[in-house]
């Protein structure tokens, strides 16, 4: 008797060995399929915006831009840098404001990011992005005009790289009118990035496996969080923004962008030593519920370090991309800093 246990129990640990067996079988094609979604297709929105747009090349790089005429009678260009891990689309709701009051409106998704290149292998840094702004500019022809800068997130970095340059005269640097900076990571000492961005920037060999099973649900979840709670996108706008991450395989270079983070710390007397040191007009446009820039802690290192920058604090429950969740607070914010001097 005890022996017929024996067996069947063996018999039974066989079988489970081949079920797991089979299971595993199945799964690598299903995983295979999965890791190679295409990415979804653009929807109305984004065809229009890419449509509008263009392309220049910066060392065999296509970089995309959109470069709108607005306002008759004025000569004021405007060049807007976005953050991470979105693109120019993120300036979409006050676009058609902007052209009210300037002559030129540009935007352009750096290296890496919305409707540009995305090379892998690559070392992607906050210097080679300045020079892609600096090549735009004179792509455009307007390397001799003064330019307005409107930054936000990582954007914000790339602006003050931009200052630096400017400040010092470097070849190429772009003349900058004024700069205006929104919910970024200035101050590393201040900076509390996601969980998420702590791991894929120091993960190693984990991070390639983390970015290639990203999907929708996790990205959503995880934007939504510096979102405020009565400011989220609709289900529509993160779909958008998920397809911008998506398209030319984004997701996949997200670990060696975000090696900014470290650029940061790195090189923060050179890129807070520019905001310092600058007689450029400086201002912020500040959303308080941000938790990756948290208030007051930020804000009041901001106004230490930087007292002759004027700051715009929006509403309470406003957080980490103030140009989307409150577009009209956003823009008056901004044109009233325009129109100040």
Known sequence: MGQILVDRRL???CRMKELWVQVGLLSVPLLAVYLHIP????????LSWRSSGGYFTYKDQNI???DSTGAVGS???VVLLHGF????????KIWEGLTQRFHRVIALDFVGFGFSDKPRPHRYSIFEQASIVEGLVHHLGLRHQRINLLSHDYGDTVAQELLHRYEHNKTGSILINSLCLSNGGIFPETHYPRFIQKILKDGGLLSPVITRLMNFFFFSRGLGAVFGPYTQPSQ???????TVVRTNDGNLVVDSILQYINQRKKHRDRWVGALMSTSVPLHLIYGPLDPVNPHPEFLQLYKKVLPTSTVSVLDDHISHYPQLEDPTGFLNAYLNFINSF
């Open 11 to 13: 018999t039974l640990s």
């Open 39 to 46: 990415p979804p297709r653009l929807s109305p929105a984004l």
């Open 64 to 66: 995309f831009y959109r």
């Open 75 to 77: 000569s004021d260009i």
């Open 85 to 92: 891990p979105t693109s120019s689309y993120d300036w979409c």
């Open 236 to 242: 529509a706008e993160y779909w958008d923004m998920w």
